[in-house]
């Protein structure tokens, strides 16, 4: 049984580009959920997707967007990079109280 | 201040020794989840406590749950170097978290053999 797997695992942007991570859940999971991680910190919420649609946000600009599709697979896409938005960037996926992160994407934004 | 702190930051212990990490909420807790990281990795589940009084164990690590002082224990008994890593403990503020966790910093555990 496959676990969270996320694509790309690190991937090198310029400012001011924009970047799409995508996530597949657990087999079975239908909720999935992003974090960012920076260095030395624990990973913050960025937002959840449930039946395709953004169930709760946490507090990160409009720049970040996401997306669900029918397969509960999931898409974090963050526009007008900044320098700030290097990090390691997490999926969930959950089923009820279980939760599961995913291996992250490293972001390097110069 | 942070809604969720951990204690210590970090740890370094010689292989065998016991160790105790510390999570404490400044908000009602309804599960705590403990996870364990490699550097640059993903988050290893380790437990999930939601009952005040609760106590998990798998292999040499116990974790516990006081809802009434809203603070959560790891506890490693006879640490090996493959513990080593960054604990985080996550917390659900809402009784049904869908996946919605508020995290604390970590703490870097260093085992020596």
């Known amino acids: 049984d496959a676990g969270v797997t996320q694509s790309p695992t690190h991937l090198i942007k310029t400012r001011g580009q924009q970047v799409t991570l995508r996530c597949s859940p657990k087999s079975g999971h239908d909720t999935v959920s992003w974090y960012q991680q920076a260095l030395g910190q624990g990973p913050q919420f960025i937002f959840q997707y449930y039946e395709e649609e953004e169930r709760q946000r946490g507090n990160f600009p409009d720049r970040f967007s996401g997306h669900q599709f029918p397969n509960y697979s999931s898409e974090l896409n963050v526009n007008a990079l900044l320098l700030g938005d290097s990090a390691l960037y997490l999926c969930a996926s959950s089923l009820g109280n279980t939760i599961y992160f995913g291996e992250g994407s490293w972001l390097t934004v110069v | 201040s942070q809604e969720l702190e951990q204690s210590p930051q970090s740890l370094i212990v010689q292989e065998g020794k016991n160790l105790t990490i510390n999570c404490t909420s400044s908000?009602?807790?309804?599960?705590l989840y403990w996870y364990k990281q490699k550097y640059g990795e993903g988050l290893i589940f380790l437990m999930m406590?939601?009952?005040?009084?609760e106590e998990k164990s798998h292999e040499k690590i116990t974790a516990k749950l006081d809802e009434k002082k809203q603070q959560s224990s790891l506890h490693i008994t006879a640490s090996q170097p493959s513990h080593a890593g960054i604990y985080l403990c996550?917390?659900?503020?809402?009784?049904?978290?869908?996946?919605?966790?508020?995290f604390g910093q970590g703490t870097i555990l260093t085992v020596h053999p």
């Open positions: 406590l939601q009952k005040g009084g």
């Open positions: 908000k009602t807790l309804y599960g």
């Open positions: 996550g917390a659900d503020r809402r009784g049904t978290s869908y996946g919605k966790l508020t």
